[in-house]
């Protein structure tokens, strides 16, 4: 069973236009993670939820919108999509925080998007 | 606030031959030290972490790192590397939340 999954896999779609992508969890966490790593390969965080409560908001155009509808469920959607919104993004669970520290985040596959 | 530097963008190396990724943190609070693999067109899988206790610690497919206090390092280590390790390395931070703070990637490149 694969822990997180995002669909789709491979998104090609042109400027303007509004996506989304979906991500699932089946590991029973209660925080996930949206990541953005661009062509240099580097990654860096832009939300997290606990609970479907949004905990991390990094400074990200407000085009994009994570929606969790349940804790099991975390959603991106993007809005008027730009040349510079082609990335892979990436999803991600984990336990949270605890008294031991932070909690191993797992990722899903990662969703490829280019923004024609 | 936190930081990472990884200081190599890449690394060839042998089949068998050991390897060292170098990671150097900064940090004001307590850190909390990951290394994480992304193989091709994958997600990243954590290799290990620190979180406290032993400063030597030991993740998978044999691969360990070291905590340096002193020297603000985590770097990672293998005594002998194989083809399959072929892969990107990334070195995180976290100041003890769910904020992961990501160096810009080791791309170690086994040759046979």
């Known amino acids: 069973d694969t822990a997180v999954s995002q669909t789709p896999k491979y998104l090609v779609t042109q400027m303007g236009n509004d996506k989304s992508i979906k991500c699932e969890q089946n590991l029973g966490h209660d925080t996930m993670y949206w990541y953005k790593q661009d062509s240099k390969k580097f990654l860096k965080i832009m939300f997290s939820?606990?609970?479907?409560?949004?905990?991390i908001n990094e400074t990200v155009p407000n085009r994009f919108s994570p929606k969790s509808p349940d804790k099991a469920h975390l959603n991106l959607h993007i809005n008027s999509l730009e040349l510079g919104d082609s990335a892979v993004y990436f999803c991600?669970?984990?336990?949270?925080?605890?008294?031991?520290?932070?909690?191993?985040?797992?990722f899903g596959p990662g969703t490829r998007l280019l923004v024609l | 606030a936190q930081s990472v530097t990884q200081l190599d963008s890449q690394v060839p190396v042998f089949e068998e031959a050991p390897v060292e990724l170098r990671c150097n943190y900064s940090?004001?609070?307590?850190?909390?030290l990951f290394w994480y693999v992304q193989y091709p067109n994958q997600g990243l899988q954590l290799l290990l972490k620190?979180?406290?206790?032993?400063?030597l610690v030991k993740g998978i497919n044999g691969f360990e790192a070291e905590f340096n206090k002193s020297q603000t390092s985590f770097h990672l280590r293998k005594p002998s590397v194989h083809i399959s390790d072929t892969a990107e390395y990334f070195c995180a931070v976290s100041g003890g939340t769910d904020k992961l703070i990501f160096g810009t990637g080791t791309r170690l490149q086994v040759f046979p």
């Open positions: 991600a669970s984990s336990q949270g925080t605890g008294t031991s520290g932070p909690g191993t985040q797992y």
């Open positions: 940090s004001s609070v307590s850190v909390y």
């Open positions: 620190y979180l406290s206790g032993s400063t």
């Open positions: 939820y606990n609970n479907k409560e949004l905990i």
